[in-house]
């Protein structure tokens, strides 16, 4: 369905729509809470280690990512279950290449963190 409003009034509303979003994630999913208790977790950790600004930056990007795609994910499985609760091979593999996607997202995080801190303080 396409916005009808123009300027700052669509800008606001798409504010608004992303704010229910973040509200209904936040309520609904676990993974989404327990993935936004690590991004706060490691940007205190990022920004209370002496870090350059572009190491500091790094960090919190490849937490922000894990965040991404759990939203992503949480999409998808969304979607999947609208259109049907029952098994399907096509909705097991697109709820699975999901998964897979928060688990790159991850791999990502831990090898940015490790690169980061291993040339910082090893």
């Not at 989404?32 to 190491?55: N, P």
Request: proline share 1%; glycine share 4%; net charge positive.
């Amino acid at each position: 369905m396409k916005s009808r409003e123009k300027g700052l009034k669509r800008i606001f509303k798409a504010f608004v729509y992303s704010l229910s979003g973040f509200t209904a994630a936040f309520k609904d999913e676990a993974a989404f809470r327990q993935d936004l208790f690590v991004f706060v977790v490691g940007t205190v950790a990022a920004c209370a280690l002496d870090l350059s600004l572009i190491e500091r930056v790094s960090l919190i990007s490849a937490l922000l990512l894990i965040l991404l795609a759990e939203l992503i994910n949480t999409a998808i499985e969304a979607v999947i279950d609208r259109i049907s609760d029952e098994p399907h091979a096509l909705s097991k593999k697109a709820k699975d290449i999901g998964s897979l996607l928060v688990l790159v997202s991850f791999i990502n995080a831990i090898l940015w963190w490790g690169a980061v801190l291993w040339l910082r303080f090893i």
